[in-house]
């Protein structure tokens, strides 16, 4: 009976995880007490540090750091790198804060998930359903939050972008650091985002200055079709005001023919 009941036990045991994992974080977060902090941490990309308030992205290029979309060069003396701590507050059922922190002492109390894959923490940080239900200021750190993962997460960003129910400072969050995140392969995306004349014209605006971030031939190809052929005089401005913040040579040819006429 005594090793009937040890082996129940022990089956319990083994099972408890398999069925965490089986659950999505959705549920998971949706499981706490409606009134309640949830927190969970993910494995951050490499390049990502922090001092347990301020998180810093190292440039692949040139050594220079952007702390939360501020650019400084060389790194910071008291960053630490480590995994994202994600702290979601939730009142009623509804998200009223998300902050993700990296380094400092680790926060306690609330609910505890304890450690999610990178790829799951992305799915959740930008599902629509999760966006809709997480006030203004919340979404836009979540949807920062989600570039912080070690994973691919440009395609969460493009889908987030496009979504219209979403509030517009979540879109445009999540156009900013689609370029950041996707280079060249945000072209095609927010050129999208920018042509499309039934969209919300602050998130088009967003796209182009997107656009501009990402210095590449094609995207400079797409600010030009831009400034020459969008039906809205506002985003032709935009364009050519992003145009002006480049020597290229291209750029100034452009120029030349625009006021030849």
Known sequence: MRYGMMTLLAGAALLAP?????????????????????????????GVCGNGENISMRGDSDGAVTVRGRTYSGWRDDCTEGPVQMEI????????????????????????L????????VTFLLSADVLTAADSRAADRMVFA????????????????????????????????????????ATEGLT???????????????????LSQIRSDDTLDALMDIARTNAEPEIRRNAMF??????????????EEILRG
């Open 114 to 121: 304890g450690s999610v894959d990178p790829e799951a923490a």
């Open 18 to 46: 398999v069925q965490a994992a089986a659950q999505s974080l959705a549920d998971r977060v949706s499981s706490a007490p409606a009134d309640a902090t949830v927190r969970f941490t993910f494995e951050s990309r490499p």
């Open 192 to 210: 999208s985002i920018v042509g499309d004349d039934s969209d919300e014209i602050e998130v088009r605006k967003h796209a182009v200055f997107a």
């Open 146 to 185: 989600a570039v912080l993962a070690n994973t691919e997460s440009w395609p969460g960003l493009l889908r987030v972008a496009r979504t219209r129910g979403l509030s517009s400072g979540a879109r445009k969050s999540a156009v900013f650091w689609l370029a950041q995140a996707a280079g060249d392969r």
């Open 89 to 112: 507050r939730r009142s009623s059922n509804r998200i009223t804060d998300a902050r993700a922190r990296v380094g400092g002492d680790p926060r306690t109390g609330g609910t505890d």
């Open 242 to 255: 992003w145009l002006g913040q480049t020597d290229d040579p291209r750029v100034i040819a452009f120029f």
